[in-house]
């Protein structure tokens, strides 16, 4: 299937606005023509360094501009990080993310960065950190140890992006994501939806992934409101701010279509979420979940739930493959 870059805002809206049961077609055909069909990739995040970020994201509660009553905690040993990813694989994840709510990591702290990936690709599993912008030397230092996946999201649409966070631009961001991939490694970028923006946004920001290399790997987050952050308040009061269902659903279909070969996952907000809306995303070619009681510092569904829940629906988890290194640039 031909991988386009030339996607146009229109052809995007275009994708919105067909018959529900034509996009999900459509989507469904597009994921079993490049993924096992009935699979589903088992992700676990945890947070290696909790709190304290100087950025002003309005929906994390781990910013110091959040008043979430989150204390911040310093970066955790390396020998806990590798434990809990061990227990991680016990419980059936392939995939273990590592996030650090720092605005960048500082030099001092990369030798234990690079010692938690060595560790967990020792396990057999796929790595991914999430640790805010990164340099041209940070990131190769993390190709050199094997990282498989850098998560830096782009949050929402450019146009929308200013009304979410102010302490660093869209571009700061599409520079981390330049560094990441010069470097060799995966790129993971999504964003989060449900933030009382616009479907127009929801367009914008499906165009600006779909219009750069295609991230191989697109979380989907629907917004876990948090009190105390900006976002969290603004919405509490207005319940009709927060994303319908099959609007969610058509998200993750568009990101499907136009990213055919990308990991779509299904991330954030799932624990609010109907098992029939996971399953239409499933449907709409969802690929990746978050298993366990929590996701950074967000409630998340839980492994019992997940497990019952692709009972319930036939499906499996797919088998752990770390992903190959892309080639780095010159």
């Given at each position: 299937?031909?991988?386009?870059?030339?996607?146009?805002?229109?052809?995007?809206?275009?994708?919105?606005?067909?018959?529900?049961?034509?996009l999900?077609?459509?989507?469904?055909?597009?994921?079993?023509?490049?993924?096992?069909?009935?699979?589903?990739?088992?992700?676990?995040?945890?947070?290696?360094?909790?709190?304290?970020?100087?950025?002003?994201?309005?929906?994390?509660?781990?910013?110091?501009?959040?008043?979430?009553?989150?204390?911040?905690?310093?970066?955790?040993?390396?020998?806990?990080?590798?434990?809990?990813?061990?227990?991680?694989?016990?419980?059936?994840?392939?995939?273990?993310c590592?996030?650090?709510?720092?605005?960048?990591?500082?030099?001092?702290?990369?030798?234990?960065?690079?010692?938690?990936?060595?560790?967990?690709?020792?396990?057999?599993?796929?790595?991914?950190?999430?640790?805010?912008?990164?340099?041209?030397?940070?990131?190769?230092?993390?190709?050199?140890?094997?990282?498989?996946?850098?998560?830096?999201?782009?949050?929402?649409?450019?146009?929308?992006?200013?009304?979410?966070?102010?302490?660093?631009?869209?571009?700061?961001?599409?520079?981390?994501?330049?560094?990441v991939?010069?470097?060799?490694?995966?790129v993971?970028?999504?964003?989060?939806?449900?933030?009382?923006?616009?479907?127009?946004?929801r367009?914008g920001?499906?165009?600006?992934?779909a219009?750069?290399?295609?991230?191989?790997?697109?979380?989907?987050?629907?917004?876990?409101?948090?009190?105390?952050?900006?976002?969290?308040?603004?919405?509490?009061?207005?319940?009709?701010?927060?994303?319908d269902?099959?609007?969610?659903?058509?998200?993750?279909?568009?990101?499907?279509?136009?990213?055919?070969?990308?990991?779509?996952?299904l991330?954030a907000?799932?624990?609010?979420?109907?098992?029939?809306?996971?399953?239409?995303?499933?449907?709409?070619?969802?690929?990746?979940?978050?298993?366990?009681?929590?996701?950074?510092?967000?409630?998340?569904?839980?492994?019992?739930?997940?497990?019952?829940?692709?009972?319930?629906?036939?499906?499996?988890?797919?088998?752990?493959?770390?992903?190959?290194?892309?080639?780095?640039?010159?």
């Amino acid at each position: 299937m031909t991988v386009r870059t030339d996607w146009t805002r229109e052809q995007i809206a275009g994708l919105f606005d067909l018959p529900f049961n034509d996009l999900l077609f459509e989507a469904q055909s597009i994921h079993r023509a490049n993924f096992p069909r009935n699979e589903v990739q088992l992700s676990t995040l945890l947070s290696i360094k909790t709190g304290g970020c100087p950025e002003d994201c309005g929906y994390c509660s781990q910013s110091t501009e959040a008043e979430s009553g989150l204390k911040a905690t310093k970066l955790m040993d390396v020998q806990a990080v590798l434990q809990a990813a061990a227990q991680a694989k016990d419980h059936g994840s392939g995939r273990f993310c590592m996030g650090a709510a720092w605005r960048n990591p500082k030099d001092r702290d990369m030798p234990k960065l690079v010692e938690m990936v060595k560790g967990v690709r020792q396990m057999g599993m796929e790595t991914c950190m999430t640790l805010g912008m990164l340099t041209e030397g940070q990131a190769r230092q993390l190709a050199e140890a094997g990282l498989d996946y850098y998560n830096h999201n782009i949050d929402t649409s450019p146009e929308n992006y200013a009304n979410v966070i102010t302490t660093r631009t869209f571009e700061d961001r599409i520079e981390t994501l330049e560094n990441v991939r010069s470097a060799g490694i995966n790129v993971c970028c999504g964003g989060i939806v449900g933030m009382g923006e616009t479907r127009s946004d929801r367009i914008g920001f499906i165009h600006a992934l779909a219009t750069m290399p295609h991230p191989e790997s697109v979380p989907i987050n629907a917004l876990v409101p948090v009190k105390g952050t900006v976002l969290g308040d603004m919405l509490a009061d207005t319940p009709l701010a927060k994303i319908d269902e099959i609007e969610f659903v058509r998200t993750v279909a568009v990101a499907r279509i136009a990213m055919p070969h990308s990991m779509v996952r299904l991330s954030a907000g799932r624990e609010s979420m109907s098992e029939a809306c996971q399953a239409l995303c499933f449907m709409a070619g969802a690929n990746s979940i978050f298993t366990g009681d929590k996701l950074l510092t967000a409630a998340n569904a839980g492994d019992d739930k997940d497990a019952a829940l692709l009972a319930k629906l036939g499906m499996s988890a797919m088998q752990a493959q770390p992903h190959g290194h892309l080639e780095a640039a010159e």
